[in-house]
């Protein structure tokens, strides 16, 4: 149990990486009265969560109702996170996160903004929302297996919102260098973890391949 948790822990703590959105949130939460402030937290966390919620419960359910097979979600989902961790590594990540906060600054009211860019992209994105449908799926049926599964997504939504209560502090007291080379470090992680989700998505077709040939008749 404690494995799952902090495996899950890590996965959803790097995919959502609240370290590197630090700056980001700080850009959004400055001139904020503390009214303002707790608001935009709670309600941007929120909707990340039922967004994530939905996918850990009924995202298996979508891709059977598609016809998709787990273990080739498994392959896609983890090349997909593979990309996610090639951005962070080379920052290209936070660039695209910078731009998309622009156009949201121009286009968009600030009651609106907990859900777009804050809630989606930038809390939970595609990395964070392909994720849950895994992790449940590898989670097993058990209830309280489910529950220890899905506790490290509250747990790091949790951290998000408190690290963009106090993000306008943070980004001040800590170097730009740091910064990135948390944010390299995690992708590093992440590729490592994505690697892992490609190889069990194989390893039944390899097995396949492996066995049929002692099924023929000769």
């Known amino acids: 149990m404690l494995n799952l ?11 959502i990486d609240p370290i590197s959105l630090l700056p980001i949130f700080a850009s959004f939460t400055q001139g904020l009265n503390k009214k303002d402030l ?8 929120l909707t990340a969560f039922g967004i994530l919620l939905i996918f850990w419960l ?7 109702m598609m016809g998709i097979n787990i273990n080739s979600f498994r392959i896609v ?12 590594v080379f920052d290209q990540r936070q660039k695209r996160r ?10 968009e009211e600030l009651s609106s903004l907990a859900t777009f ?5 930038l809390i939970a994105g595609p990395g964070a929302i392909t994720l849950p449908m895994l992790l449940s799926e590898k989670s097993g049926t058990s209830i309280e297996y489910q529950i220890i599964g899905f506790s490290p997504i509250f747990i790091v939504l949790a951290l998000t919102a408190l690290s963009m209560w106090a993000s306008g502090k943070i980004a001040k007291r800590l170097p730009i260098s740091v910064l990135g080379a948390l944010q390299r470090t995690f992708g590093l992680l992440l590729g490592a973890l994505a690697i892992e989700f490609v190889i069990e998505g194989l390893r039944p077709v390899s ?7 002692t099924n023929r008749e000769v």
């Open 5 to 15: 948790f902090l495996e899950n822990f890590v996965l959803i703590f790097v995919a």
């Open 38 to 45: 707790i608001t935009l937290c709670l309600r941007s966390s």
């Open 58 to 64: 009924f995202g298996s359910a979508l891709l059977q």
């Open 77 to 88: 989902g983890g090349m997909f996170v593979m990309v996610i961790a090639y951005q962070m």
């Open 98 to 107: 910078e731009e998309t906060i622009e156009e949201a600054i121009d286009d």
């Open 117 to 121: 860019p804050l809630a989606i992209p």
């Open 207 to 213: 097995y396949t391949h492996l066995t049929l040939p």
